[in-house]
């Protein structure tokens, strides 16, 4: 109830921007020049600061209270003239103007400017001028937050939420249901066990605006529903030389006690070098299971004792960028444009967490019995590397060519150390478990793009872009320790398993890499259409295709310690050993000690590849006051797959041919408001390791995840409804309606196998989505004559979104019907910002989103769901000439994450009634960058 009456009153407030003033509004052409338009011209209302500069088509509009003013028209090199005009509510003056030469010609004056198009203003027009339903956000609205990578810049848009901190949904979709473009190239799926990109790869420095398509068009990519996100990286226009270093202070992280186990000598660098990494040589799972001493062997020359985590303190974060750009012009008319960007940062994370379990909620019962009680004591380190480099080369006015690159290199190190109670297994004893891990990973992106104008009437752009992933976790270790509850000054002592396992005394070694190849052209063809000398708009064909490959190599293997008969005395001394010493070389041998077997299987790596081809025609339509598009893709799709389980060898091939219309529509009610309508058929395929055989063991939520080579490709109907107004240059007011109907989309479902939840993926029947947005973007400037509420801006936006999935008759072991996962009911994003004159600004943005589902239950698990939180971030900024200071505190409310489950299942949560399984803060961060020019 409280957010329908705040999104009312958001409503409220929207129309009384659209109705209470009037417009002024035309047309301002060069009297010198056949009255072309004059883009970049100034228009003022005499005695005031109300004002606006012309469009790239020399349009401008002025918003006003009612009476009578005078306007000022100028540009450099022309005559002034001024225009009285009487300014009626809610009705538009239409003025259109022509300027002449002050005296002297163009000729006498020079005027260098390009269009920049990351600013607000700039994709604000581009927004208004999409066939197809679009967000976005440009680096001047990025570059006044504390937000350092997209993840953290892409939650300012409207309908769209972060989880993790790096993968996004969109309208209340999971992250599946998302298609990632990185100048225009489709992107990698960045993680193992995920369909998503992760959006903190990419620094927020090197974003110049991201454009996030929610309804389908025949040029776009057809996998989606969630929206397509199409990021544009650094286009360098001009020299310059900028170096930048930053401190970070995190609330109860930094210079704190953090406990790590020992690393490689280039962990700063984000990659092992030989220290965890599995030999070559190591010897393969039959011989160290059918010859003990063979393991032995290997475990003591092959692999480190590296089993105790050591305390140190936690730095303060830090980090370090430098970056150069280039402008070259050469004697023949070509243009070489480059910039280039080095950053380097360390960052560390210390929380406490937590993580309880509980067993059925029994007849009678208030509270179903506690499973599990932990406190997870958590510390991460992360270092990373992340390198630009994009070049632009104009051949001459009609040919330019762009390659870009982006490179990351990750190094994730990560130790839990969990205490607590395992009521169900040993309820008077008293667990100490463990994982020490470390990941690396390799990213690389890169698109050759070019575009080329034949004549006035006909264009070819293309695209070839190649990503390439690798992603090691190395000696991944994971074990249990236990001692008598009764007994304090009792040590513990491992729990060594009777086979091997992911979980007790297990080193886990995992490799991933992947590499795409794309290519796609388009053939765009323009027809002018005039009538007695009136212009009645362009008709626009387009046609062209795409295609991409993609490879990947997944292989893994892992060990375990296990204790053959020695006796109880020995077996007892060798459990209790310190974690310094009780897997080196004098207690892993075949005599009297550990021994190693290993419980790989074949099911345990894969190969896959996946073929894409797709072509498309599209059309755009201008019919007076309507602008119609629409088209049809079609896309063939190959999913292969080769693994092998313990019944043979599995091979999946699934060949999916899509024809996908769509149909965008948009009325123009005045020059300043529109409304679209629009109708596209998308689908949402499988990915690799959703079909994948392959069982991986979630430590941190203690459960086991598979996939499920029987998935379809799910098909989706899309239908938006949005009403846009632009009161000025960089001001809007939209609000839209949306429907969405999914035939088999790919949810998450509990399996009931052991005492331990594990998860796999499968097709329901279907579902439905739903919701309303809306958005403001408005300057205070023209509604106040105080100069310092003139400086302030605000945006904020609001979504209120309803879903339900029907899992189908069959479902055996959890509801037919629930909502989607991962779906929040309502977010909500606003930010105010204030900016003068001498480079002072400060920013205040704040997000909340609604309880959505984090785990699927059934008839053991209740659905677990994330709580709504309240995150607020505050930059303060200012330039001196050159240096730029910029002071941020990120999640300034340091508010709890917290995850309950529906107890009583009845799809709500209620503090009094229902069970907090996972609660954690992150801490707040206080960030220190400063950026120099020279």
């Known amino acids: 109830m409280k957010f329908k009456l705040l999104f009312l009153t958001l409503f409220i407030t929207a129309v009384s921007f659209s109705q209470s003033k009037g417009t002024i509004a035309g047309i301002l052409t060069d009297k010198n020049a056949n009255n072309q338009s004059l883009p970049f011209a100034n228009i003022l209302i005499k005695g005031t600061s109300i004002g606006t500069n012309t469009d790239i088509d020399g349009k401008y509009a002025i918003t006003a209270a009612p009476g009578n003013y005078t306007i000022q028209f100028s540009f450099v090199g022309y005559e002034s003239v001024e225009v009285p005009v009487t300014v009626i509510a809610n009705e538009t003056v239409t003025i259109n103007q022509a ?21 607000e203003t700039a994709v604000m027009l581009e927004i ?50 998302n298609n990632v473009l990185i100048n225009n190239s489709v992107a990698p799926s960045t993680e193992v066990d995920k369909r998503t990109f992760a959006f903190d790869l990419i620094p927020s420095n090197a974003i110049d605006k991201m454009v996030i398509y929610k309804t389908g068009s025949a040029d776009k990519p057809g996998d989606f529903s969630g929206g397509i996100i199409n990021i544009t990286t650094s286009d360098n226009i001009s020299e310059f030389n900028r170096a930048s270093v930053g401190v970070g202070y995190r609330v109860d992280t930094s210079l704190k006690d953090q406990f790590q186990s020992e690393g490689s000598k280039t962990d700063f660098l984000g990659f092992d070098y030989e220290f965890r990494t599995l030999p070559s040589t190591f010897p393969s799972a039959a011989l160290i299971n059918t010859y003990p001493q063979v393991g032995v062997v290997a475990s003591n020359t092959k692999l480190q004792n590296n089993f105790n985590p050591t305390q140190n303190t936690a730095f303060l974060d830090n980090s370090i960028g430098f970056a150069f750009g280039r402008n070259k012009k050469f004697k023949n008319g070509m243009s070489l444009q480059s910039v280039n960007a080095l950053n380097y940062s360390n960052s560390f994370q210390t929380y406490q967490r937590q993580f309880t379990r509980y067993t059925t909620l029994n007849e009678g019962e208030s509270r179903p019995p506690l499973w599990l009680n932990y406190l997870d004591d958590t510390y991460q380190n992360e270092s990373r590397i992340t390198f630009l480099s994009n070049w632009i080369m104009k051949l001459n006015n009609n040919n330019t060519l762009k390659f870009k690159n982006l490179l990351n290199q990750i190094g994730e190190n990560e130790t839990i150390i969990r205490n607590g109670n395992n009521f169900l297994q040993r309820g008077d004893d008293l667990f100490r478990n463990y ?52 007994n304090p000054d009792a040590p513990y002592e491992m729990i060594d398993p009777s086979s091997t396992n992911l979980f007790d005394t297990g080193r886990y070694f995992g490799t991933l890499s992947e590499y795409s190849v794309n290519n796609g052209a388009n053939y765009t063809h323009t027809i002018d259409r005039v009538k007695n000398d009136e212009e009645l708009g362009t008709i626009k064909l387009k046609t062209g295709y795409y295609v991409d490959y993609r490879k990947r190599e997944f292989d893994s293997r892992y060990v375990s310690y296990y204790l053959p008969d020695l006796g109880i005395d020995r077996v007892n001394e060798l459990k209790q050993l310190p974690l310094t010493t009780i897997f080196n070389s004098d207690n892993v041998n075949a005599n009297n000690g550990w021994i190693m077997r290993e419980g790989t299987r074949t099911i345990d790596s894969y190969s896959a590849d996946n073929l894409l081809t797709a072509g498309y025609v599209y059309g755009e339509l201008p019919l007076k006051k309507f602008d119609i598009s629409g088209g049809v893709r079609v896309e063939h799709n190959i999913l292969s797959l080769q693994s092998v389980t313990d019944f043979g060898p599995e091979n999946i091939k699934n060949p999916v ?29 499988p990915e690799f390791r959703e079909i994948a055989p392959f069982l991986f063991y979630d430590y941190e939520n203690e459960a086991a995840r598979v996939g499920n080579s029987q998935l379809k490709t799910a098909k989706i109907d899309n239908l938006d409804l949005r009403y846009e107004f632009y009161p000025t240059k960089g001001e ?63 945006n904020v936006n609001a979504s209120y979104i309803v879903s339900k999935v029907d899992l189908g008759a069959n479902v055996t072991s959890q509801a037919q019907v629930r909502a989607l996962q991962g779906q929040s ?21 704040f997000n909340r989103f609604g309880n959505r589902i984090f785990s699927v239950g059934d008839r053991n698990f209740p659905t677990i769901y994330e709580l709504s939180r309240n995150n607020l971030d505050l930059t303060i900024a200012k330039t001196y000439k050159k240096t730029t200071v910029k002071l941020g505190i990120q999640d300034l409310l340091n508010a709890k994450y917290q995850f309950f489950e529906d107890s009583n299942r009845d799809e709500k949560i209620n503090k009094n009634i229902d069970n907090a399984t996972s609660i954690f803060k992150r801490g707040a961060l206080i960030s220190l960058n400063i950026s120099h020019n020279f």
Do not use: C
């Open 657 to 685: 041919t899509s024809v996908l219309p769509s149909l965008n529509i948009g009325y123009n009610i005045s020059e300043r408001a529109l409304l679209r309508l629009a109708y596209s058929k998308t689908v949402n395929r």
């Open 128 to 177: 208004k001028e999409a066939k197809q339903v679009v967000s976005a956000i440009s680096a001047e609205q990025i570059s006044k937050g504390t937000d350092s990578n997209a993840a953290q810049a892409i939650q300012r848009v409207p309908g769209v939420t972060i989880v993790d901190g790096k993968f996004i949904m969109i309208r209340g979709l999971s992250e599946r249901y």
């Open 825 to 845: 009911p309502y977010i909500v994003n606003v930010a105010l910002g204030y900016t003068d004159e001498t480079g002072f600004s400060t920013n205040l943005t």
């Open 99 to 119: 300027l002449g030469s002050a005296g002297f010609t163009l000729e006498d004056v020079v005027i260098k400017t390009t269009r920049k198009k990351n600013t």
């Open 435 to 486: 994982l020490l891990g470390y990941k690396s990973r390799s990213i690389y992106i890169g698109q050759l793009e070019g575009i080329h104008k034949l004549n006035d009437k006909n264009q070819i752009d293309w695209v070839t872009g190649y990503n390439y992933m690798y992603e090691s976790e190395p000696d991944l270790r994971r074990f249990r320790t236990i001692k008598d509850a009764s």
């Open 732 to 794: 809007t007011v939209s609000l839209g309606a949306f429907y969405k109907r999914f035939d088999q989309p790919i949810e998450n479902v509990t399996q009931i196998t052991t005492e331990q939840p594990q998860f796999n993926y499968a097709n329901a029947d279907n579902a439905y989505n739903y919701g309303l947005e809306l958005e403001i973007r408005k300057s205070f400037k023209e509604m106040t004559d105080n100069l310092y509420l003139g400086r302030i801006s605000a």
